[in-house]
């Protein structure tokens, strides 16, 4: 409780009164014969319960004074506390706000870096795809036109074969023909009749040479049975064993000339 000088001071001084008014009693009742006298006996006592009445009064006012400054203090510290439980309410709620809005903040830009993230990962997946895609058409045009110029180079490599193949079989089709030719020349006699004469022959001949058929197309009629006798003595005329070759000798037409 906090000491009040201006009580105290009032207190001693009615504290000092009483004791006068106590002391002035019992010089009073001092064995003096004085004759009784009613009137200052009722003026002390009355002094007294007047002092005593001052005193209670006095005393209650204190107590309810330190009562008054007691709630009054107890009040400002109810006010202090409440006003500090207030104050560290609005520090926390706005602490707890303030880290809400960060813990927001942070999520916004975690999920903005992740979009981001995403969005350059699919782009470069489709970038990469689409390379990838560029880079097989190219290969495949590439195979198209690799596979177009071999085929053009079998082509031809064919048709070249199939040119010497053909001028190889024209050629053994040729020296067949002369060497036939040949063979059918030495059993003719070089007669001057058959000078400047001529006769075309056809020929029929087996795989194995041998004479089939041999028969007249036209020319002179004496050089022509002469001819066909010279074929029938021969009975047995060269042939290739190249098929394609003997496929152009198996019916083969001559012109004998002398």
């Known amino acids: 409780m906090k000491f009040d000088p201006a009580l105290a001071k009032s207190f001693g001084l009615h504290s000092v009164i009483i004791a006068l ?26 002094i007294d319960a007047q002092a005593i009445a001052d005193k209670k009064k006095e005393d209650e006012r204190i107590l309810a004074e330190q009562k008054r400054i007691e709630d009054q203090k107890r009040a400002q510290q109810r006010k202090a506390a409440d006003a500090k439980r207030r104050a560290e309410a609005k520090r926390k709620a706005e602490k707890a706000a303030k880290d809400k809005r960060l813990k927001e903040q942070k ?21 990469a795809n689409k390379r990838k895609a560029e880079a097989a058409k190219k290969q495949k045009e590439l195979d198209r036109l690799q596979e177009e110029q071999l085929e053009a180079e079998r082509r031809e490599q064919a048709a070249r074969r199939n040119q010497q193949r053909n ?27 058959f000078k400047g004469k001529e006769c075309r022959l056809n020929i029929k001949l087996a795989s194995t040479g041998l004479v089939i058929k041999v028969s007249t197309l036209g020319g002179d ?11 029938v003595r021969e009975e047995k005329l060269p042939v290739s064993d190249d098929p394609a070759v003997y496929e152009k000798l198996k019916n083969i037409n001559l012109t004998v000339k002398l």
């Not at 019992?26 to 009722?42: G, K, R, S």
């Not at 999520?107 to 970038?127: F, S």
């Open 21 to 46: 008014l106590l002391i002035s009693v019992n010089f009073t009742a001092d064995p003096i014969a004085m004759p009784v006298q009613n009137v200052p006996v009722i003026e002390a006592t009355f």
């Open 107 to 127: 999520r916004q830009q975690e999920l903005k870096r992740k979009a981001a993230q995403e969005a350059k990962r699919k782009r470069e997946l489709e970038e």
């Open 167 to 193: 001028q190889q079989i024209l050629n053994d089709v040729e020296r067949y023909r002369a060497e036939i030719y040949s063979r059918i020349q030495r059993h003719i006699i070089d007669d001057p009749a």
């Open 221 to 231: 009629p004496a050089l022509c049975r002469v001819a066909e006798n010279a074929v």
